[in-house]
């Protein structure tokens, strides 16, 4: 099956930066789209940024102009890059891989998150 890890979730100040990783492991797959959501406590899980396997990308209107993200198919690795942190951007970090094919694998794959927090 399919394995996802998410990693660099750090305590940073307000308006610093954090890279977070995420890498999909395991059986062979080859159409997918990949995303970023996040959940603070008391709030529902949203998204974040999203990149297909086309190479569209989609971002949240809270995190344009402060956040990227990029992927490198060759190693089924997904990044996400934040800047200009605030203290509402404090959540945990999901990692989700939307494999459309092969078909057996066919189905949405989430990480067990990587916490972020933005405090003085």
């Known amino acids: 099956q399919v394995q996802v890890e998410e990693s660099g979730g750090n305590l940073v100040q307000p308006g610093g930066s954090l890279r977070l990783s995420c890498a999909a492991s395991?059986?062979?797959?080859?159409?997918?789209?990949m995303g970023w959501y996040r959940q603070a406590p008391g709030n529902q899980r949203e998204l974040v940024a999203a990149?297909?396997?086309?190479?569209?990308?989609n971002y949240a209107d809270s995190v344009k102009g402060r956040f990227t993200i990029s992927r490198d198919n060759a190693k089924n690795t997904v990044y996400l890059q934040m800047n200009s942190l605030k203290p509402e951007d404090a959540a945990i970090y999901y990692c989700?891989?939307?494999?459309?094919?092969?078909?057996?694998?066919?189905?949405?794959?989430w990480g067990q998150g990587t916490q972020v927090t933005v405090s003085s």
């Open positions: 395991g059986s062979f797959f080859t159409t997918y789209s």
């Open positions: 989700l891989t939307k494999i459309s094919a092969p078909l057996r694998l066919r189905g949405d794959y």
């Open positions: 990149l297909t396997w086309t190479g569209n990308s």
